[in-house]
């Protein structure tokens, strides 16, 4: 352990990087360059992601990395057909502004990602799956967050595409049986990185206060301790 972090924390320099590719990371779809990113980054990359913690150490995920343009466009393709269904659930003013939103980067993005879920990887019975067997899911969550932070500090920007039909996806990338797409994502640098999410700066749906969704013991109970909630309330605004 070292003199300047106690309790075996980071030092002060390197929580700051820490925190830094937390609070200024981004959803990417607009802002992307077209330069290729390195293979030795992509490398660093898809390693942070692969040490993500997963349920039994179940590490159930595969890295599809997507170049092909045709294949990408035929994805795009999908993309459009999908928004266009999305954008029927809104009304009036907010359709409009629905329709203005760029929400992928398929194209734009030199590269592509696909973080899958292989729902049969280490057998019948996964060490901490038993009574919630979408905990596999959920380990792959924490490899696409892993890799989105990375990213950050490496001056990657990535952005995440849901708008597409899961079961088209794996018809076209050739999943197996079992095997599902979790996160559809692009890579590249970037222009720049925002301040603020995009739909927060597109006036979409703001940050809700931090205060108002931390509980005490139980739901809508007070916290208890009051210096964690002076603590919360003298936060600095992000
Ligand atoms: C599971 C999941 C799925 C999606 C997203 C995120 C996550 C976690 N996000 C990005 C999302 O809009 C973004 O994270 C928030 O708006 C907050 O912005 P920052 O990520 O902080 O920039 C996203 N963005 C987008 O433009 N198209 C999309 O299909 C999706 N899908």
């Known amino acids: 352990m070292s003199k ?11 929580r700051h990087g820490l925190y830094r ?19 030795e980054v992509l490398a660093r990359l898809l390693q942070a ?8 150490f179940m590490q159930p995920w595969d890295f599809l990395v997507i170049e092909n343009r045709e294949l990408r ?4 393709a999908g993309y459009a057909r999908e928004n ?15 329709r203005r939103l760029k929400l992928e980067g398929i194209l734009d993005s030199p590269v592509n990602l696909c973080i899958t879920c292989d729902r049969r990887r280490g ?32 001056g990657v920007g990535v952005g995440w595409v849901s708008i597409l039909d899961p079961v088209e996806l794996a018809e076209l990338l050739g999943l197996p049986e079992g095997v599902e797409p979790v996160a559809y994502l ?32 139980g739901w809508g109970r007070p916290l208890e301790a009051e210096a964690l909630a002076l603590a919360l309330e003298g936060l600095e605004p992000r």
């Open 49 to 56: 992601a692969h040490h993500a913690p997963s349920v039994g």
């Open 123 to 154: 057998g019948p019975h996964v060490l901490g799956r038993n009574s919630m067997p979408e905990m596999d899911r959920f380990s792959t969550c924490l490899a696409v967050q892993n890799l989105w932070l990375a990213a950050r500090a490496e």
């Open 84 to 98: 266009a269904r999305a954008a029927e659930n809104y009304r009036g003013e907010r359709a409009e502004r629905y």
């Open 186 to 217: 692009c890579l590249g640098y970037v222009s720049e990185f925002l301040d603020e999410p995009e739909l927060a700066a597109e006036g979409w749906r703001q940050r809700l206060p931090l205060t108002e969704l931390v509980h005490g013991d």
């Open 73 to 76: 466009a035929r994805i795009q």
């Open 4 to 14: 300047d972090s106690p309790h075996a924390a980071f030092s002060a320099a390197e």
């Open 21 to 39: 590719a937390i609070f200024e990371r981004r959803d990417v779809r607009s802002q992307f360059l077209p330069e290729p990113i390195p293979a």
